[in-house]
DNA sequence: ATGAAAGCGCTAACAG
DNA sequence: CTGTTAGCGCTTTCAT
């Protein structure tokens, strides 16, 4: 493969005329600039970016830190991250740590070791790896880290209330919440907090349960709710993500609940799936697209040395559909 | 940051001993092996991957390109892929395109510019993008391109035959087969030619019918399928992908026909939704692990330049669900 | 406006 | 066994 010396050569020109004319950098003669610009391409040559990332010190690629891609909301972040990122010119590393720890330090020595120039980071992190993080160019997706590392979220708060009121409108008196544990603080719990706390005002029976780790497989969710099922019968009103959403409709049918009769169930996400199944359920959509955008928007300029703030936070909205009245 | 220099001179020897003392090459005093590492660890010294990759002429860097990430499918690929690739010490990087074309050739040039060492793609391509991979280490998932790049896909005409035997003996009369169309030739086109081909020889009427794009949204999807069944009305049966065999059980549903009595749905692909859902899916499942696992040993053989085999079949299986009987 | 030259940090070849 | 040295291909001064 034909390097910048092959080029320049070529031209009769020396290496950085070449340099120059192919990045539009500095002063190049016009008439000079455009035959090396077609001896270059007839010679087939591309500037090998090994070289110019060693040089400029920086690779051009972001990473994307979460549990499980395989997970719709992730896979929809994923998706949109990506777009973003390529808009402004940044490739994109994924890394599925699958409950792995190690995964997410690994991705930091990336960082250290200039493979990476920046992270997006949605998954448990120990302290350790938080002081680290600490000099990156790091945002956190979901997870409240320290204060040196911007956070964008949904505005959960929000969509706890709207989760709250539309149980309430619906009559509910006993209503489960169901929700995943992190190791680290997720702002998503705001959701759980803040739905409990009207429902519970207006003199609503709440049961909040956990799904125990951050990372799970569908059969193991699935039993999991099963036995929530079983040890709190007179539930009428679930609140849940999405994907456990279905898991509590598919065990609904299996114990002859009707739904949304005997049962209202609403969830939270607005995966796409939502959409396409009957019956559509009822969920709190987060606005994947613009959570992405606003990640990478942020990790830029986190990347470009520029003021970030500490918090950003993403409107969600009700998506009705047959799992309420 | 630290650099060799600064830990050689710490430790009083040459960067050549400190090169060999922390990659393992070469001969190292025992002793001072330790020392070197010693220093290296209180000077927090990491190697400029940067350099390293520049210098060895690679970039550890894998490149999976793939229409959308968001689709069930290709998350769970993407994430098998990632989890292989890891293990083999290759870092991932990933390209939606979206239906862009331009995306694939990008990455092409990525290959040429040294930023990766190879790629895994499963999109449309053209002509000329096939004639630019034939020299470099890519493999093919599900399409067949050329004889130089060898392809990785399931067993389709094996699932095909599944499909075909179980709508006959589901009694089914009239049988629409519901595919995308794509520009690249897509070796899951043999499920279609296998199931319709068993299924006319059994006197079963047959509509193959297309949806024209290999990139869609849900909704279009929606839209497409409710066309046909309007189309068809006398359709008994029902062979599509799993996130089509929703959509037409949805349509189904508001139309009134009752799953499985009036209509058997079998879908293809065996994505977890179709068992978490009620009613689950009967569908045609690839084993997308070993598919991914194929994939990434063949990719790696390709770039230690040894010899590979032109395709790679893996078995499909049959998941029972309720949309047949 | 442009050629020559100095690195970037590392690996690998080489002389000791 | 080990220190020195020669690049890798590019960008970026720096004289001219």
Redesign the interface.
Known sequence: ?ANIRDVARAAGVGIGTVSRALNDSGYVEAGKKEKIRRIAKELNY??????R??VQ?K???VGIVLP?????FY??F??YA??EL?HIGY??????T?GVQK?VSDTL??I????LDGMIINTDVTREEIERMKGMPVVSFERVLAKEIPMVASDHIKGGQIAAKLLKENGCKNVMILGARFATKVHAENRIKECRRILEQSGIQVTAVEINGAFLS??F??EMISQYLDMYSRIDGIFTED?EA??C??QA?KRGIYVPRDLKIVGYDGN??T????PQVTTIAQDVPLLARTCVEVLAKKIAKEKVDAHYYIPVKLLQGGTTV
Chains 1, 2 share one sequence.
């Not at 490739?91 to 599925?96: E, F, G, I, Y």
């Not at 959409?275 to 009957?278: E, G, L, T, V």
Request: proline letters at 5%.
């Open positions: 493969m591309r500037p090998s970016e090994l070289s990332s060693f010190k690779s051009g690629l499980d891609v395989a997970f719709p896979g929809a994923l998706k990506e777009l390529n490739k994109t590393l994924v890394c599925n699958l995964r020595d990336l250290e070791a200039g493979s569908y059969p969710i699935e994907v279905y898991c409709l598919m049918k796409e799936m959409r396409m199944i009957d």
